[in-house]
């Protein structure tokens, strides 16, 4: 339940949709003379009524971006008085939680439903990458901005995650004795299985953050008899990443012909697709070309941040 100054409850189902000056009336934070003056302003002006309220100066921009995201249907969570257990927290890795600003609040593994706190209702599309990069179904709750950064610095501040560490956590994870298996077709629910694994997706995820923060243009991932190397290119050379062993190099191309949409069953033809995300608030595209080779599926990923196009 979302409160409003006078600490009386408020029902934020019955907010969902509704004009945004009016929801801002609910929560106390104009009046309805200030928001018909808002409204008189943007019918000869024009203008988002919320900034238009900002800019008369009866509400604060926070109080705007809360009242939008009651208006989504998003309830308030207040960090402050919330303990999240460890499990939670590692189930959305460093590096994601703070690319995305975003708090795992609950996580229950049966059903991979998420609950994560925003800062700001605008950030929606981290719900959308989220689903996609970890396979989750997320509901977000809105929290103060100063209060998310706070909480990520409690309980992501000291928290890393290593190459090493994961692959080691894959190595486990995935049936190596399966995937070194070149001679015989590999079942397309086996793939899918070792594709959907948790750690398989971490690495991929930690990979793709990496080489964006990097300002990489490339990402390659290249089975050799044997061995399997990743690799980024910046600035025309190619950086050798820690390399995984080469039976998960299966697990791991299948993992990102998951993300793009293509046949995950199909390894003898060439596939192209296309991952689109929002890393650090900029959108990034990455097209995805995948060529059969004599060891495995060769995969390189192009990226294009649209930012900067």
């Known amino acids: 339940m979302a409160k409003n100054d006078e600490n009386a409850p408020l029902n934020v189902s019955e907010l969902k949709n509704r004009p945004l000056g009016r929801v801002l009336v609910k929560m106390g934070k104009v009046t309805r003379a200030q928001v018909h003056e808002g409204l008189a302003y943007q019918k000869d002006n024009g203008g988002p009524i919320g900034q238009i309220l900002v800019d008369l100066g009866f509400v604060d921009d926070a109080s705007v971006k809360l009242a939008m995201a009651f208006q989504a249907g998003m309830e308030y969570v207040d960090l402050d008085n919330v303990q999240i257990d460890d499990e939670v927290i590692h189930s959305v ?4 939680a703070k690319a995305y600003s975003i708090i795992p609040l609950e996580y229950d593994e049966a059903s991979k439903h998420l609950t994560v706190a925003l800062g700001s209702p605008d950030n929606f599309r981290a719900l959308d990458d989220l689903q996609m990069l970890m396979g989750f179904r997320v509901t977000a709750k809105i929290a103060d901005e100063d209060k998310l950064e706070a909480a990520l ?36 629910e ?31 991932f290249e089975p050799f008899e044997d061995e399997f190397h990743m690799r980024y290119r910046i600035d025309g050379l190619l950086y050798d990443m820690i390399p995984p062993p080469k039976p998960l190099a299966v697990a791991i191309a299948s993992r990102i012909k998951v993300m793009a949409n293509l046949n ?9 697709g296309r991952i689109e995300l929002i890393i650090d608030s900029a959108p990034v595209d990455l097209r995805i070309s995948v060529l059969p080779t004599m060891f495995g599926e060769s995969v390189v990923m192009r990226v294009l941040d649209r930012s900067n196009i």
Do not use: C, G, W
């Open 264 to 272: 995950i069953a199909e390894r003898r033809l060439p596939q192209d």
């Open 190 to 220: 086996m793939l899918r299985e070792q594709a959907d694994s948790n750690s398989v997706k971490r690495l991929v995820n930690m990979v793709l953050l990496e080489a964006i923060r990097a300002r990489a243009s490339d990402i390659h």
């Open 153 to 188: 610095k409690t309980y992501y501040e000291s928290s890393t995650e290593s190459f090493t560490d994961l692959i080691n956590e894959m190595a486990e994870e995935v049936d190596v004795q399966f995937m070194s298996d070149r001679s015989e077709s590999i079942d397309e």
């Open 93 to 96: 890795p460093p590096q994601m």
